[in-house]
């Protein structure tokens, strides 16, 4: 009884504006928890890198998430259980016994709206600013209600570890790759979409092989040692290459490197014989065909290496890789030309059917699978499982097409037709 003619002889003016009081603690709560709890844990590690006051505090706040809900629970239903007492004592007050349905209603929606929905929506939008606006605040509070916030921790933590949940654990982990390509991909113009194309291969290092990217044996360009000395000159002279592998008989054989720039200074002075080309070789590097190609760069790094030759198991030749083909499946073609593609006027391509499926993907934003043949030509055969003729028409992965050229058994160039 004295506590109730205590609270009927304090003015509704107090009351109401206590209640009002009480609203503004609730949702500073409610937006407060959701700013926090939406922030961006990279972009906060860097502010927290740069030195920004806020973003120090915030990350205090998250590296316990359990206690920061703990407090932000607590203050959250104290101010609404007690709004809600006052309310009901306004109630009496104002309509009787009468009006403490009506009014409880009034008070769940203007709870919903002003202190829940209306202060999380606008921490949803605008976390950074309400997270670090909110949390000299917080920060303090966190250790004022430290032995109240315990005991509700120690249960809830206690219920955790019942059911095999470490609460001390980290509340992020790391992006994995694929998670990493949603965020590189959805940046939008915060990244210009040829960073995004460079970022996106950075990411493909690690799942291509040098079998993705090497250029093959038949399209080796090389010095056999048994041809005769005019025409090795001749070879040389005309090379558009600085570098060449040498061998004897057969690619399978060849036992060094040549860099012409060395050897086009000796092949002017008296003496010039194969001999000197043999004692101007360099050792080869040879690169095993599942080699992955971020392996393959740091070894190119640290033996300051630009040419290799991939080999099979039994040590034969597969192809070739160079630093520049290496380089250009991270930041892609170094000039504008595409080469062993052509547009034509009816928007058709002519395609020269060796050049490998992640190259002609890349040119034409197209999807043609990759896990198995690496180039066109090999694709088509796979497809067709039998030689094809050429004028032979197909439809491949949604793609009509047809063979216009054959070398052989090799299909050496196909037109691909605009869709219909």
């Not at 490197?257 to 194969?274: A, E, N, P, V």
Request: aromatic residues 8%.
């Amino acid at each position: 009884m004295g506590v109730t003619r205590s609270l009927n002889e304090i003015p509704l003016s107090l009351l109401f504006a206590s209640l009002f009081l009480l609203l503004i603690v609730s949702a500073f709560f409610s937006g407060a928890e959701t700013a926090l709890m939406m922030l961006n844990r990279y972009r906060l590690l860097h502010q927290v890198k740069e030195g920004h006051p806020g973003a120090i505090r915030s990350q205090e706040l998250l590296r316990r998430p359990d206690r920061l809900i703990g407090l932000m629970l607590l203050g959250n239903h104290f101010a609404n259980i007690l709004a809600a007492s006052l309310t009901t004592v306004i109630a009496l007050r104002l309509m009787g016994e009468s009006g403490i349905a009506v009014t409880a209603a009034v008070l769940t929606l203007v709870i919903l709206i002003f202190a829940e929905v209306a202060p999380k929506t606008l921490a949803a939008m605008h976390p950074d600013k309400l997270a670090f606006s909110s949390s000299w605040l917080i920060l303090p509070l966190t250790q004022v209600f430290y032995p109240v916030v315990w005991v509700v921790n120690a249960v809830a933590n206690l219920l955790l570890r019942i059911l095999g949940l470490d609460p001390s654990q980290e509340a992020y982990h790391a992006l994995s790759k694929e998670e990493l390509r949603t965020v590189v991909a959805g940046a939008g113009a915060m990244i210009p979409e040829r960073y995004q194309s460079m970022l996106l291969s950075v990411l493909d290092l690690e799942s291509a092989t040098v079998e993705d990217i090497m250029i093959p044996r038949n399209d080796i360009a090389a010095i056999d040692l048994d041809s005769p000395l005019e025409e090795i000159v001749e070879q040389i002279r005309s090379s558009r290459h600085t570098r060449l592998p040498v061998y004897r008989k057969s690619i399978d054989k060849v036992f060094g490197l040549l860099h012409l720039r060395k050897i086009l200074i000796q092949m002017s002075q008296d003496g010039f014989s194969k001999e000197t080309i043999v004692k101007s070789l360099d050792k080869i590097y040879f690169i095993p065909e599942n080699m992955p190609l971020h392996r393959l760069l740091m070894n190119f790094r640290r033996e300051n290496l630009r040419f290799g030759l991939v080999i099979d198991e039994y040590g034969d030749v597969l192809g070739l890789v160079t630093l520049e083909d290496l380089l250009q499946e991270i930041v892609g073609e170094f000039t504008t030309h595409s080469f062993g593609v052509q547009k034509q006027k009816d928007e058709s391509y002519l395609v020269d059917a060796g050049i490998t499926l992640r190259e002609l993907n890349r040119i034409t934003g197209w999807a043609l699978p990759t896990e198995g043949p690496k180039t066109l030509n090999g694709l088509i055969i796979e497809y067709l499982e039998t030689i094809p003729l050429p004028g032979t028409s197909l439809k491949l992965f949604d793609h009509c097409l047809e063979i216009t050229k054959m070398d052989s058994n090799v299909i050496k160039q196909v037109r691909f037709y605009p869709h219909p």
